[in-house]
């Protein structure tokens, strides 16, 4: 059975930086996609960062340049290093690969 753990979440303020890390089980971790995802109240879940088994990244434009994604898979993890956090930023962070998501940590930026 897969399973993602998410953790790291929290509230900080404008500017400030968070590191979500999501521990993987139950998979060949180094062989799959992993994404981060987050749903912000009343908006639909969209994807933040993904990193592919070679390591190759891509980002949503509005966090290019703040955020990094990057994979750990002697750990089976995946970690979210989020810079220059902005009030939009507020939301529930997923981890995702294939059909597979964590059950989300919440990330509140305040003005």
């Known amino acids: 059975q897969v399973q993602l753990v998410e953790s790291g979440g929290g509230l900080v303020q404008s500017g400030g930086s968070l590191r979500l890390s999501c521990a993987a089980s139950?998979?060949?971790?180094?062989?799959?996609?992993m994404g981060w995802y987050r749903q912000a109240p009343g908006k639909q879940r969209e994807l933040v960062a993904a990193i592919t088994s070679s390591g190759r990244t891509n980002y949503a434009d509005s966090v290019k340049g703040r955020f990094t994604i990057s994979r750990d898979n002697a750990k089976s993890t995946v970690s979210l290093q989020m810079n220059s956090l902005k009030p939009e930023d507020t939301a529930v962070y997923y981890c995702?690969?294939?059909?597979?998501w964590g059950q989300g940590t919440q990330v509140t930026v305040s003005s």
């Open positions: 995702n690969t294939k059909s597979t």
């Open positions: 139950g998979i060949i971790f180094s062989i799959n996609t």
